[in-house]
């Protein structure tokens, strides 16, 4: 009986191991997966950045003015961004990754429910 009881104990912790194993794997994952999405569209948005300060430049006649004028879009963009979605962005970033670490908990839940 206690052996039965020592390998069920032994059983349960390997389990736990293996939940916490892929839940830092589906974790992981998608961090590695959204960061590699943000270096990528941080790029393309720099040069269509640069691409459109020039374009400015030529109608004000002023590189300056041009590159500055697309701070501003920035700045402006930054501004609604902090008083309206900061917020909400991130309890959603929170929730994507509560959901991934418990997608494995989720699959384990179900199979054991209909043994």
Same mark, same amino acid.
């Given at each position: *009986?206690?052996? #039965?009881?020592?390998?069920?104990? +032994?059983?349960?912790?390997?389990?736990? !191991? /293996? &939940?916490?194993?892929? =839940?830092? =794997? &589906?974790?992981?994952?998608? #961090?590695?997966?959204?960061? /590699?999405?943000?270096? *990528?569209?941080?790029?393309?948005?720099?040069?269509?950045?640069?691409? *459109? =300060?020039?374009? @400015?430049? %030529?109608?004000?006649?002023?590189?300056?003015?041009?590159?500055?004028? *697309?701070?501003?879009?920035? /700045?402006? /963009?930054?501004?609604?961004?902090?008083?309206?979605?900061?917020? !909400? %962005?991130? @309890?959603?970033?929170? &929730?994507?990754?509560? +959901?991934? =670490?418990?997608?494995?908990?989720?699959?384990? %839940?179900?199979?054991?429910?209909?043994?």
């Amino acid at each position: *009986m206690v052996d #039965l009881v020592k390998k069920y104990v +032994e059983n349960r912790i390997q389990l736990v !191991k /293996l &939940n916490f194993i892929g =839940a830092i =794997a &589906n974790v992981s994952a998608g #961090l590695v997966s959204s960061f /590699l999405l943000l270096i *990528m569209g941080t790029l393309i948005l720099l040069m269509f950045s640069i691409s *459109m =300060a020039f374009w @400015l430049a %030529t109608f004000f006649e002023s590189e300056v003015i041009g590159f500055a004028l *697309m701070g501003l879009v920035y /700045l402006i /963009l930054l501004v609604f961004y902090v008083v309206f979605a900061k917020n !909400k %962005t991130e @309890l959603q970033i929170k &929730n994507k990754i509560v +959901e991934a =670490a418990l997608a494995d908990d989720d699959d384990f %839940t179900e199979t054991s429910d209909h043994e």
